[in-house]
């Protein structure tokens, strides 16, 4: 016959297992699919990334990263989306500079502290493209054409206030010229329109560019110093001293996701982002990994808020409707 002892250790024992049993269905992760939401249509460079991640963390996981895109409202609609989703880690978001900026000015879902911050993905450069057709060659050409006739080129962009706006705006303050801005919705539909002559110029992130390839002319980029990601394309810098702008990718979850979880997410991004394979893949589109704890992409965030707040504030910039046909 059991003594009473006997079954207080089995008690003991049965307890543990159980609880040791939660434990690890609770440390399951993920369980069913996850969703990477994506501010750009299909193609656009946020859009390329994504999925490049998203092939990789599938592998990781054993489950399938299905990349959600919710374009408009320059990222406000997925930030939106995103806050609306459960913290259990199965919804992310794949975020950069024109999301920051948007949400900012918005005052409305902004990344630095609405969000818990996964990781910085990835690193670009924009390049200044324009209509094959017009005679410019150089970013010297460019000014002095655009000089030449103030008021009548037109310029297209990711939205009012994105990244691809502030690069023609900065070079527009830094060089004296004006332009005219119409802002888009998507990549494609600034492509269509580039290449029938609607606009003349464009400023897309460097993973954007394999869809411009023959269809534009490629004037420079906007890191400072020449880059293997975009060959024989000279900085803007050379020709417009001082210009510089910087692209990134992060990733993010819903506000009140477990610290652990994010830790537990963070590890397997930067585990697939030293993968040399997706290292590869990344920079054929332009884009180079980083990888980066949940405290320094919360940092840089910050960093970064400072920035563009300062940049708002002294613009007076007001949210212009985006052209939609």
């Known amino acids: ?29 993920p369980t069913r699919p996850v969703r990477m939401i994506v501010a750009n249509t299909p193609g656009a460079a946020p859009d390329v990334v994504a999925r490049l991640v998203a092939a990789k963390l599938t592998e990781v996981w054993g489950q399938q990263i299905v990349v959600d895109n919710r374009p408009g409202a320059t990222g406000l609609i997925a930030a ?5 989703a459960a913290p259990d880690g199965h919804t992310l978001w794949l975020n950069t500079m024109t999301q920051l900026i948007a949400t900012l000015q918005a005052q409305r879902h ?7 911050s996964i990781s910085l993905v990835a690193s670009t450069p924009f390049v200044i493209v ?17 000089k030449a006739r103030p008021g009548q080129l037109i310029y297209g962009s990711g939205g009012q206030w994105g990244s691809s706006h502030l690069c023609m705006e900065a070079l527009s303050a830094m060089t004296g ?40 002319r490629t004037l420079g980029i906007t890191y400072q110093k020449p880059t293997p990601l975009v060959p024989g394309v000279p900085p803007v810098s050379d020709t417009v001293a001082g ?52 405290e320094a992409f919360a940092v840089f965030l910050r960093k970064e808020t400072g920035r563009w707040d300062k940049v708002l504030k002294e613009t007076g910039g007001t949210r212009l409707p985006q052209r939609t046909d």
């Open 1 to 29: 016959m059991r003594s009473k002892k006997s079954n207080v250790v089995l008690l003991v024992l049965l307890a543990f297992c159980a609880g040791a049993s939660a434990a690890q269905k609770q440390e399951a992760f």
């Open 80 to 84: 939106e989306t995103l806050a609306r």
């Open 110 to 116: 902004m990344l630095a502290k609405d969000f818990e």
């Open 130 to 146: 324009v209509n094959q057709s017009l005679p410019i060659k150089s970013i010297a050409d460019f000014v002095a054409y655009a």
């Open 177 to 216: 010229i004006s332009m005219v801005h119409v802002p888009y919705k998507s990549t494609t539909q600034s492509l269509t329109d580039i290449v029938a002559g609607r606009i003349h110029t464009y400023c897309p992130a460097a993973p954007s560019l394999p869809m411009f390839v023959g269809k534009v």
């Open 243 to 294: 210009f510089e702008l910087l692209g990134w990718y992060g990733m993010q979850a819903p506000l009140k996701t477990p610290k652990a979880l994010v830790a537990r997410i963070n590890a397997d991004v930067v585990t697939a982002l030293r993968d040399p394979e997706l290292q590869e893949r990344l920079f054929k589109v332009g884009a180079e990994a980083v990888g980066s704890s949940p």
